[in-house]
Structure formats: structure tokens, C-alpha cells
């Protein structure tokens, strides 16, 4: 696969994650098949331009854009797309739901000054409960180290077993 392509399918998880959403849910949106995203976010298979169409159109983010190696998703991608669609109950649906775990530290942990001091998963636990989402521990851990980029992961100085995380 081409580097254009990698580049592409890398943006096209970026907007998936700043959405929120499973695979599953975006694609039907996108009116995209769940194995056709599935190929073309692992960038292992070449894709035809043409089955972009149904994320450009829903997303209105341009191929052009979706081809540059700095691209990034709006923060209140979500948001803008949930008024967008307002009247339209199908999308309205599924972007009103439970957000996933990666979006939620991404676009709601992070830019707060929540984690400038380090944290156990019980406490970013409580930071989700109190906007209304009920994660699992262990749920919160496994999102938090496929976001070694973004969190600090370190043991807890005093119990075994235990990471605190914190902002790079």
C-alpha cells in the first residue's frame, strides 16, 4: 500500500476516534460495509478512492484534507455533526450514545487539567461517572495504554500492580 493510502486510513480511525464511535456504528453511517472500513483502517488492503465517498459525504471532510499527513479531526467533530443531523433520528441515535473510552479521554479527559497530576484508573473512573458514563476499570487501563502517546504511564510508587497516569 502506497503512503497516501497509510496516511488516509491513519485519518480515518482519527475521525472515527473523534466521533466516538465502534467500526460498526461508523460505518453504517458512512453507508460503508463493516469489513470495507475494517480494510481500510488496518491499511493493509488497497481501496478503491470511491469507497471514501460515504465518510466524506457524512463527515463533509474533504478527500484533500483526509490526504494530508497533518490532518486532524475537529475536536467537537461530534458535536458539529450532531446538529448537522438533528432531524435526522437514524444518526442522531448513534451519536448520542455512550461515547467510546478512546474518545473520551482524547477529547474529553485531555483537555482538561484533570490529569496535570497524576491518577489512579479508579479516580478517571469517577471523572467519567460524573459526565454520566459508567466505564469498567480494566476498560479505562487497556485505552489508556494504547494512548502511551498521550498518558504517562508509571507504577504507583506505593501499591504493587497499580499505574497512575498523567499527561505527557
Request: hydrophobic letters at 35%.
Amino acid at each position: 500500500m502506497d503512503n497516501s493510502s497509510l496516511i488516509i486510513s491513519s485519518n480515518i480511525i482519527e475521525i472515527r476516534d473523534a466521533l466516538g464511535l465502534s467500526q460498526k456504528d461508523f460505518a453504517l453511517l458512512t453507508h460503508l460495509s463493516t469489513s470495507t472500513l475494517v480494510n481500510i483502517e488496518s491499511g493493509k488492503k488497497s481501496f478503491r478512492i470511491k469507497s471514501l465517498d460515504g465518510i466524506i459525504n457524512f463527515t463533509t471532510i474533504k478527500l484533500e484534507d483526509l490526504s494530508k499527513s497533518n490532518f486532524a479531526p475537529p475536536n467537537n467533530l461530534r458535536e458539529i455533526l450532531t446538529k448537522k443531523y438533528k432531524a435526522v433520528t437514524s444518526v442522531c441515535v448513534l451519536l448520542r450514545q455512550e461515547p467510546s473510552i478512546p474518545y473520551c479521554i482524547k477529547y474529553k479527559m485531555l483537555p482538561t487539567n484533570f490529569l496535570n497530576t497524576p491518577k489512579e484508573t479508579n479516580e478517571i473512573k469517577r471523572f467519567f461517572l460524573d459526565m454520566g458514563w459508567n466505564f469498567k476499570a480494566n476498560s479505562l487501563h487497556t485505552a489508556l495504554k494504547r494512548m502511551s502517546h498521550l498518558v504517562k504511564i508509571s507504577p504507583h510508587p506505593e501499591k504493587n500492580g497499580t499505574n497512575l497516569y498523567s499527561k505527557k
